[in-house]
């Protein structure tokens, strides 16, 4: 069965840094590329990052460039978003989803970041 | 502002059918078949509902199928049912610097 289970959100105050993490089971993880989606309270879906099956490969959103870094370490199944400089506007749910073709087939059940003072 | 705009909500009556659309531009709606469709209850994660414009992923009802025309996208449910009740999130490819845009999501009211 596929999982994906993300981790290291929380509370943190303007300006600060968070790492988050997915941890992936159930199928081949370095086959696969990978993406971070976030959902502010309340708000839609906004694609984040995502990186190529080898890590090779990486987009940002305008909105996160310069300040998060998405990265992924094959040998620990593991996906990773180190956010830097966060703002109020950052405030959402974290997603990790899984790459097929052009669609997300697989999601985590998401983690919550909460930037404030 | 979402890049793919979407009606904010639509409803239906079990056993109807309803229409969700999609509308973007030429650089990614309309220049790409790439577009899905995600459904969302609250506090869940999305699931995947169709891909690359029509296709149904394995273990999605076929009450649900997806079209394309121009630079707008549509979702059909067919049958309508309770648990149908839900949000709905189109997505497309785009070729901007953005590599893939959301639409705003449309509430499904089952009454």
């Known amino acids: 069965e596929v999982q994906l289970v993300e981790s290291g959100g929380g509370l943190v105050q303007p300006g600060g840094s968070l790492r988050l993490s997915c941890a992936a089971s159930?199928?081949?993880?370095?086959?696969?590329?990978m993406n971070w989606v976030r959902q502010a309270p309340g708000k839609g879906l906004e694609w984040v990052s995502y990186?190529?099956?080898?890590?090779?490969?990486?987009y940002y959103a305008d909105s996160v460039k310069g300040r998060f870094t998405i990265s992924r370490d094959n040998a620990k199944n593991s996906l990773y978003l180190q956010m830097n400089s966060l703002r109020a506007e950052d405030t959402a749910v974290y997603y990790c989803?899984?790459?097929?073709?052009?669609?997300?087939?697989?999601w985590g059940q998401g983690t919550l970041v909460t930037v404030s003072s | 502002q979402s890049a793919l705009t979407q009606p904010a909500s639509v409803s239906g009556s079990p056993g109807q059918s309803i229409t969700i659309s999609c509308t973007g531009t030429s650089s990614d709606v309309g220049g790409y078949n790439y577009v899905s469709w995600y459904q969302q209850h609250p506090g869940k994660a999305p699931k995947l509902m169709i891909y690359d414009v029509s296709n149904r992923p394995s273990g999605v009802s076929n009450r649900f199928s997806g079209s394309k025309s121009g630079n707008t996208a549509s979702l059909t449910i067919s049958g309508l049912q309770a648990e149908d009740e839900a949000d709905y999130y189109c997505s497309s490819y785009t070729s901007s610097s953005t590599l893939e845009v959301f639409g705003g999501g449309t509430k499904l009211t089952v009454l």
């Open positions: 159930g199928f081949t993880f370095s086959s696969y590329e």
């Open positions: 989803a899984r790459v097929v073709g052009y669609s997300y087939d697989y």
């Open positions: 990186i190529s099956s080898s890590g090779s490969t990486i």
